[in-house]
């Protein structure tokens, strides 16, 4: 497979850059910082569109799907508080970028995508990066039970509820994260399981995402 993986000083430098444009937006997890100082986002893009690698924005990934913004990015992982060795469930690979930081930061991942072209790509590039997730296909409203249960679980797409199946597949001190709203506009919202059946949510900033689309979202 002919992909072009360079990670010059031109691409080292934006990256800089960026992790201090991110730590003034208020993103202040060493790790996190870290972890987007370290994984090549130009990888994610096509050459021609290296340029646009290291901005603050979202980018189209094809199938009408995004990669997500590195704000948006840094802000779910801080929120995830993510320690060595947890197991972390992430809904919406998309491109691989946010599995990728995950894995920086010392997660197991279980990362499961709909469409089937995204999924086909990043089980193809990212062992290639060297990076080891465990990579599903199919419909991720529903988490995945069989690997239950799960020290954390993120969401990656902008969901209408959030799914009661998926909050049992948390561990009890485990931390949800997903961006809950309508088609236009969600809040973030993270949920810690503080008993087997005691929940605290807190909802945070506004974000756009893609849809999550499933049995149980839109
Ligand atoms: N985290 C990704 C990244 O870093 O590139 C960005 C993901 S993109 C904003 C959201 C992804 O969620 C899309 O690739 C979309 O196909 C996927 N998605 C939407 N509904 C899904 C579902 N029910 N199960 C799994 N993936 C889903």
Redesign the pocket.
């Given at each position: 497979m002919a992909y072009k993986f360079v990670d010059n000083y031109r691409e080292r430098g934006a990256r800089k850059k960026l992790v201090e444009h991110l730590k003034g937006r208020g993103i202040e997890d060493q790790k996190v910082l870290e972890a987007i100082g370290k994984v090549p986002r130009h990888f994610?893009f096509d050459e021609t569109f290296w340029n646009q690698a290291y901005r603050d924005i979202?980018f189209p990934?094809g199938?009408g799907?995004?990669?997500?913004q590195p704000y948006t990015?840094a802000y779910q992982s801080e929120l995830l508080h993510v320690k060595k060795g947890d197991k972390v469930l992430?809904?919406?690979?998309?491109?691989?970028?946010?599995?990728c930081i995950l894995l920086e930061l010392g997660a197991e991942v279980y990362t499961?995508?709909?469409?089937e072209s995204?999924y086909q790509r990043t089980i193809q590039v990212l062992p290639y990066m060297g990076y080891k997730a465990k990579f599903f296909l199919?419909?991720?409203?529903k988490g995945i039970a069989e690997h239950a249960p799960y020290d954390k679980i993120i969401v990656?797409?902008g969901a209408p509820f959030v799914p009661e199946i998926m909050l049992k597949q948390l561990k009890v001190g485990g931390i949800f994260v997903i961006p809950v709203g309508d088609e236009k506009s969600q809040k973030m919202v993270t949920i810690i399981r503080v008993g087997e059946n005691d929940f605290d949510r807190i909802e945070l900033d506004t974000f756009r995402?893609?849809?999550?689309?499933?049995d149980q979202?839109w």
């Open positions: 994610f979202a990934i199938d799907q995004t990669i997500s990015v992430e809904i919406g690979t998309g491109s691989g970028y946010q599995t499961i995508e709909r469409q995204l199919g419909d991720g409203s990656t797409a995402f893609v849809p999550l689309v499933g979202a």
